[in-house]
T-cell receptor, first 117, second 109 residues
Framework: DAGITQSPRYKITETGRQVTLMCHQT?????MFWYRQDLGHGLRLIYY???????DKGEVPDGYVVSRSKTENFPLTLESATRSQTSVYFC????????????????FGPGTRLTVL | GQQLNQSPQSMFIQEGEDVSMNCTSS?????WLWYKQEPGEGPVLLIA?????ELTSNGRLTAQFGITRKDSFLNISASIPSDVGIYFC?????????FGQGTILTVHP
């Protein structure tokens, strides 16, 4: 079924471990995004990508690394997880961005709930 | 950076009542979006607004893009229990989406 998927849906890890969250979309959307959602902060942008091999920092990028070797995949890696990175992570995609009058909308995956012990 | 002020933070209403929530900003946005998020799920797009002054409906939902491009509102008419959830506004400017803090809606049968 077409859409945007995330895996795993739930993950428990320990402080200091490396964790990779996967995001896959079947729409061939140009733009992809990673957000984290925390109580009291709403949704905050971590990183985004305008196309394969093009990534840029969002509002809260520290402690995270992204890559985009293929249009459809946008993995997010926590190189050394910390307790403050316990959160729900959402991936989103957008067919086009910044174009006047374009469909500047984002479609979200179901989220990954990450707990860092 | 850009910020959106969404209000109210929460609402407790009776089934059948109408609901209104809004978002304001000091910044201009090119697009206003309204999302609904249910527990354990990602935000789902309800309405997208692309032009200042635009008024768009989606079933019992109506949203408007403010003339100044700095605000938007969402109305839900004749609420039902399945309207429960968190509603987020979002404003986009050159590809960057900024979210409001969300409005938690509770509907009592």
């Amino acid at each position: 079924d077409a859409g945007i998927t995330q895996s795993p849906r739930y993950k428990i890890t320990e402080t200091g471990r490396q964790v990779t969250l996967m995001c896959h979309q079947t729409w061939s959307h140009s733009y992809m995004f990673w957000y984290r959602q925390d109580l009291g902060h709403g949704l905050r942008l971590i990183y985004y990508s305008a196309a394969a091999d093009i990534t840029d920092k969002g509002e809260v990028p520290d402690g995270y690394v992204v890559s985009r070797s293929k249009t459809e995949n946008f993995p997010l890696t926590l190189e050394s997880a910390t307790r403050s990175q316990t959160s729900v992570y959402f991936c989103a995609s957008n067919p086009s961005s910044g174009s006047p009058g374009g469909t500047d909308t984002q479609y979200f995956g179901p989220g990954t709930r990450l707990t860092v012990l | 950076g850009q910020q959106l002020n969404q209000s109210p933070q929460s609402m407790f209403i009776q089934e059948g009542e109408d609901v209104s929530m809004n978002c304001t900003s000091s910044s201009i946005f090119n697009t206003w979006l309204w999302y609904k998020q249910e527990p354990g799920e990602g935000p789902v797009l309800l309405i997208a607004l692309y032009k200042a002054g635009e008024l768009t409906s989606n079933g019992r939902l109506t949203a408007q893009f403010g003339i100044t491009r700095k605000d938007s509102f969402l109305n839900i008419s004749a609420s039902i229990p399945s309207d429960v959830g968190i509603y987020f506004c979002g404003g986009t400017s050159y590809g960057k989406l900024t979210f409001g803090q969300g409005t938690i809606l509770t509907v009592h049968p």
